[in-house]
């Protein structure tokens, strides 16, 4: 390196304006750097010249610039101890290496010189006023050493060059600073708009890789059991993996030591001994080289985290982690706005469904308070229902249609625990096989035609409390598998969604069908058909437990008498008995059924028991020891006529079932008996 030994003020002067025209306009260091080499070149000679600034984060000096002209620049990055420019940077005096073969403080800096070349140094301190930047030098292919006067040039050079250059990074900090709180201000923007998380973080991701470079990100949410479902993952660039699942145990992973701790973590993917989670190795066998956790984090506790992962080996720098955490906080807030938005969406829902449902049961009249009865069958249920109860076991109820198997379920739900819960029903017959999904699990906005807005399923409004299935053997076999797991891990997802909901809900089904004969010919499914006959309760006909009928018939008596405003004081003794030998096919609904048209019909204090299946018109004071038979060509005349009426249709609201006011597989059944099944198939 040459130059004048008596350079003129005015040789100076033109260098600096040279200097501060050939910076004007430059974007970044590696072009500021280049303009320098060019304004000098007319003064000094030389093989390379860099620069070097010190990173204050991490005590580092950072951006080596080695340019020799016209050629490209190599980037280095050192630790103040191990680079010559940190010992200039530290004692702010020059520092003149004359050979870096004999030169043994800076091994890493003397490999990485000798690789590029340089064999002398000189460097001399690049300090605006009381800020220290870092060092300014030259560097000789040859042995070298300046003169006084050379090293007095190139620190008043340096001085000069020291204030543009700390003017070019307050202008980059500027910018920075100002993208920073643009896209803060942007975030914010998205986050007020936004109620689901879905769309909440699909919003902010990208506006936050507009200033963090980060490859993979994504948002996880603390559940009730500790686990994190995972929300709006979001690639920058192409996707490196296809994942579906949307819930994983933080176990192993470093989000769950940002919730236990309550800081970012940052992990490179060395550390896998130290997170031994399958799922962060596989992270790493996909390229992962570094994470950063960081916990959104509340007055009302931790939510979940943050995570921006990168595939590069780039550090996390303060500023990333600060901005990362500053999004956090933000982030938390929406997300717990969301979080209570969707609970109160959903209880506004359950509460609604519940209102219709509990309206609907009102209106089905079928609940009669408590159970009925004082003979040894009765009671034998009686203590096999008080010990079932207050456990959470699953209960199948068998039985005949109509002998009261929703009032056992009612009477288990009331016993247990989960009594104030809520008590809700599905039954599986009444609702056509292409809905009961829908009803049994819920749906999601325009997850089919026809669904205009969220639903909440029956398994949901049974959180906490009792989920009576009946008519179990109805259900469609496709739709066994999903009940089944539902059961089993009490975990579903709506129609059309993708989100897993967990609830806590105790099952109970009834049916009047044989389950197990129906498993041997494959159209019940054994695996589910094992799962409810946990514990099965037996509810006898009304026919084996006849000393019970005279209670129920006073019971059903006085209720329709209160409802109807009728007063009825007795029952004679013919019709007492002629009701107790009657065989009941239809239980105790059938019971309860002529016992109210008795009272319809009943215009004095006594009641009149009105039977058409007696076959005449008996009065109270008839003298039947014994009901006949019902006129089987009658009933079937009846039956031909409502099909007519109905056109074939069997079920729904304008069948014949409806019409003749009996349940569809009830009908079905008698059909069967009459032979008329064959003809209306």
């Not at 800020?131 to 300046?146: H, K, M, Q, S, T």
């Not at 689901?196 to 991701?205: D, P, Q």
């Not at 960081?294 to 500023?319: F, I, K, M, Q, Y």
């Not at 969220?454 to 259900?475: N, S």
């Amino acid at each position: 390196m040459t130059m004048p030994v008596e350079a003129s003020s005015t040789d100076i002067y033109e260098a600096v304006v040279a200097l501060s025209r050939s910076i004007a306009g430059r974007s970044d260091l590696e072009s500021l750097l280049a303009g320098v080499a060019e304004s000098l070149r007319r003064i000094v000679g030389l093989d390379f010249v860099g620069m070097t600034l010190h990173d204050r984060r991490g005590n580092q000096m950072q951006d080596h610039f080695l340019l020799e002209p016209g050629s490209s620049i190599a980037n280095l990055s050192l630790s103040v101890d191990q680079d010559p420019a940190g010992w200039v940077w530290l004692n702010q005096q020059p520092l003149v290496i004359r050979c870096l073969d004999d030169e043994s403080r800076w091994p890493e800096f003397q490999k990485r010189a000798s690789v590029a070349g340089v064999t002398a140094v000189t460097l001399v301190p690049l300090t605006a006023g009381e800020n220290r930047l870092g060092a300014f030098g030259f560097g000789c292919r040859v042995p070298y050493e300046p003169s006084p006067a050379e090293l007095a040039f190139l620190e008043r050079v340096a001085s000069e060059f020291a204030v543009a250059v700390e003017a070019f990074l307050a202008r980059q900090e500027a910018v920075r600073e100002r993208d920073r709180l643009r896209t803060l201000f942007d975030i914010t923007n998205a986050l007020v708009s936004k109620l689901s998380m879905e769309e909440l973080f699909s919003a902010i991701s990208g506006q936050l890789s507009r200033v963090i470079q980060h490859d993979f990100s994504v948002l996880t949410t603390l559940d009730e059991t500790g686990g994190l479902d995972i929300i709006g993952p979001h690639f920058t660039g192409s996707p490196l993996f296809s994942e579906d699942q949307r819930h994983i145990d933080p176990e192993g992973l470093p989000a769950a030591e940002a919730i236990a701790t309550g800081k970012p973590v940052i992990v490179r993917d060395v550390d896998v001994e130290r997170y031994p989670s399958d799922k962060f190795r596989r992270f790493v066998e996909l390229g992962y080289k570094s994470v950063c956790s960081v916990p959104l984090v509340t007055s009302n506790g931790t939510l979940g985290t943050l995570e921006a992962v990168r595939t590069t080996h780039d550090a996390w720098t303060s500023e990333d982690v600060d901005f990362l955490t500053q999004v956090a906080r933000q982030v938390a807030i929406a997300v717990e706005n969301a979080l209570s938005y969707r609970e109160l969406k959903e209880m506004k829902e359950r509460l609604a469904t519940e209102k219709l449902y509990l309206e609907e049961e009102i209106r089905l009249d079928n609940n009669i308070g408590n159970m009925i009865g004082s003979g040894a069958a009765f009671d034998a249920l009686v203590k096999s229902l008080k010990i079932v109860a207050p456990t959470d076991a699953t209960v199948l109820i068998l039985g005949e249609t109509g002998t009261g198997k929703e009032l056992v379920a009612r009477a288990i739900h009331e016993l247990s625990s989960r009594g104030r819960g809520s008590f809700v029903k599905v039954n599986c017959a009444a609702i056509p096989a292409s809905l009961l999904e829908s009803e049994l699990f819920g749906h999601e906005k325009g997850s089919f035609t026809g669904a205009v807005a969220q639903k909440i399923g029956r398994f949901e409004l049974a959180h906490h409390g009792t989920l009576f299935l009946d008519e179990i053997g109805e259900m469609p076999l496709e739709l066994q598998p999903k009940l089944l797991r539902a059961i089993q891990d009490q975990e579903f997802e709506r129609v059309g969604g993708t989100r897993t909901i967990r609830t806590d809900v105790r099952f109970v089904a009834a049916t009047n069908r044989d389950l197990k004969a129906m498993v041997d010919d494959n159209t019940f499914r054994a695996d589910l058909y094992y799962r409810l006959h946990v514990f099965p309760l037996n509810v006898p006909a009304l026919r084996d437990r006849r000393e019970d009928i005279p209670l129920l018939i006073r019971y059903f008596v006085q209720k329709h008498a209160q409802r109807l405003g009728r007063k009825i004081d007795s029952i004679p003794t013919q019709a007492m008995d002629a009701l107790i030998d009657y065989n009941w096919p239809g239980n105790i609904r059938e019971l309860q059924n002529v016992i109210e048209r008795s009272v319809i019909l009943s215009t004095r204090p006594e009641l009149q028991v009105s039977m058409p299946e007696f076959g005449g018109k008996p009065s109270a004071g008839s003298n039947h020891s014994r009901v006949p038979d019902v006129s089987e060509e009658a009933e079937r005349t009846r039956i031909l006529h409502a099909l007519k009426e109905a056109k074939g249709i069997v079920g729904g609201p304008s069948g014949a079932a409806a019409r003749l006011g009996l349940k569809r597989t009830t009908l079905q059944s008698r059909m069967q008996k009459y032979n008329i099944a064959r003809l209306y198939k």
